[in-house]
């Protein structure tokens, strides 16, 4: 019987699929490999930074007391609205502003002075740059116990200076302003050539075309320092006056060891938010309070470092 003309031949076997291209080793390890190498940062990270912020915050919701570390009862919000009734809270706040400007403020302008001076052709440069930082090489320790013999009431070097050209003795320790001003002293002592290197650094990206055409046009060195200096400098500015107004607030080594108590003199007279967080955990034993004081801190240091960005850029855009 003839196959009719519409019946259809069976199908052939499938054509062979070709194997899916396998990407080589090598590539795979060199596309991992950033990972790899940063993968430790962030570990340490976690470990020693996300994760002691995060559980300060647990602590900061319970009542924990030192010697009962292990024990946690819960109060919620109770910590920080003690804080908002204590009056030596807003005394530490008080004192970290004051103390904060009192030696942010001399130090930048002294760092900036320096710095323009360095950046001229002197004889020993080298010299002068390693002096600038031998303060900050100095631990805080010897340098807050020296100043606090210079600072003293009876035998200190700036009593007998103002006792020399016919002034009162000062107490360095128990006034307030007084020793507030000593402890910002040392502040500025130590940190104004660590900032004034990081003016010089900025100072010398500043192409030297600018100077000339200055120089050109008649401006003095007091004007090419303010119309081209200084505004080359701006985003320097901006970086050591977030990090100085960091490490205000965080201050405590030269406060505790410049009368050696954690109360911040007497009368708490410049006890700042550093000494009362140490004052509530490991002199009362209070470590949900502590810990609710370190996260106002770092709170508090937050909306700062916001605060100065948004001031520099909108001073960049009035520039424009």
């Known amino acids: 019987m003839a196959l009719s003309s519409t019946a259809r031949l069976p199908a052939g076997p499938p054509a062979p699929v070709a194997p899916a291209a396998s990407v080589p080793a090598g590539r795979v390890r060199r596309r991992l490999a950033p990972y790899g190498f ?13 994760f002691p912020l995060v559980y300060t915050a647990w602590v900061s919701l319970h009542r924990v007391e030192l010697q009962t570390s292990d024990r946690m009862d819960w109060l919620g919000l109770q910590n920080y609205t ?17 103390i904060g400007v009192l030696s942010t403020v001399p130090q930048l302008l002294m760092a900036l002075g320096l ?13 002068f740059r390693v002096a600038m930082l031998m303060p900050y090489a100095t631990s805080v320790a010897a ?27 000062v107490d360095w320790q128990a006034d307030t302003w007084a020793s507030q001003f000593g402890v910002s002293a040392i502040v500025t002592w130590r940190w104004s050539g660590y900032n004034a290197l990081i003016y010089l650094a900025g100072m010398q990206a ?36 977030i990090v100085s107004t960091i490490g205000a607030t965080q201050l405590f080594g030269e406060p505790l060891l410049y009368e050696g108590n954690s ?6 007279q410049y006890q700042t938010l550093g000494l009362y967080l140490y004052e509530q955990g490991w002199t009362f ?21 916001l605060l100065n960005a948004a001031i520099a850029a909108r001073r960049n855009r009035t520039d424009r």
């Open 82 to 98: 003690r804080l908002l009734d204590d009056p030596f809270f807003w005394n530490a706040l008080r004192n970290t502003f004051t």
């Open 263 to 268: 109360g911040g003199g007497i009368s708490h």
């Open 38 to 50: 940063l993968a430790p940062f962030f570990v340490l990270f976690a470990a020693f930074g996300l």
């Open 115 to 127: 710095a323009h001076l360095l950046n001229y052709k002197l004889r020993g440069r080298t010299f």
């Open 206 to 241: 500043i192409p030297g075309e600018l100077y000339e055409s200055a120089a050109v046009d008649g401006a003095s060195r007091w004007q090419q320092f303010r119309h081209v200096t200084v505004p080359g400098l701006r985003p320097t500015i901006v970086f050591t006056v």
């Open 285 to 305: 034993f209070h470590l949900g309070r502590a810990a609710a004081v370190a996260w106002v801190m770092f709170l508090l240091i937050v909306v700062l470092a």
């Open 143 to 169: 340098a807050t116990l020296v100043f606090a013999q210079l600072f003293g009431r009876d035998y200190g070097l700036i009593n007998w200076v103002l006792g020399s050209i016919g002034l009162d003795p």
